[in-house]
Nanobody
Framework: QVQLVESGGGSVQSGGSLRLSCAAS????????????MGWFRQAPGKEREGVAI????????LYADSVKGRFTISRDTAKNTVSLQMNSLKPEDTAMYYC???????????????WGQGTQVTVSS
C-alpha cells in the first residue's frame, strides 16, 4: 500500500505564493511501472475534483491544467520520494482542498488515479 501525505497549505492574499509538498511512503513501489505519475488535484466546495498538474516519476514529462499554466510549477525529488507544487500569483479561484495522487496515466482525470492523500487546504483571499 502507498501512503501520500501532503503539507504546505495555508491562507494567502491574492497574488501571493504557496508551496505544497507530498511525501510518498509505504510498501508499494510508487516508482514502479504501475505508478508512473504523481500529481496534484483540487476540489472546491460544490465542485468536482479537477486535475492541476502531474509529473512523470522517472522523467521530466509534466502536464498542467490551462487555468494554472505559467503560475504553478510541479517538481519531483526522486531521492526523497516527494513531489512539490510551487504556486505563484494565486487567485481567489485557486481556493480549494489540494490532494496529492499517484497513478498510471498521463491524464488529469482524477478517476484515473489510484492513490490519494488526505488533502491540504489552500485559501486565497482577495
Amino acid at each position: 500500500q502507498v501512503q501520500l501525505v501532503e503539507s504546505g497549505g495555508g491562507s494567502v492574499q491574492s497574488g501571493g505564493s504557496l508551496r505544497l509538498s507530498c511525501a510518498a511512503s509505504g510498501s508499494g513501489d510508487i516508482y514502479s511501472r504501475n505508478y508512473n505519475y504523481m500529481g496534484w488535484f483540487r476540489q472546491a466546495p460544490g465542485k468536482e475534483r479537477e486535475g492541476v498538474a502531474i509529473t512523470h516519476t522517472g522523467g521530466s514529462i509534466t502536464l498542467y491544467a490551462d487555468s494554472v499554466k505559467g503560475r504553478f510549477t510541479i517538481s519531483r525529488d526522486t531521492a526523497k520520494n516527494t513531489v512539490s507544487l510551487q504556486m505563484n500569483s494565486l487567485k481567489p479561484e485557486d481556493t480549494a482542498m489540494y490532494y496529492c495522487a499517484a497513478g498510471t496515466y498521463y491524464n488529469l482525470n482524477a478517476q484515473l488515479f489510484e492513490y490519494w492523500g488526505q488533502g491540504t487546504q489552500v485559501t486565497v483571499s482577495s
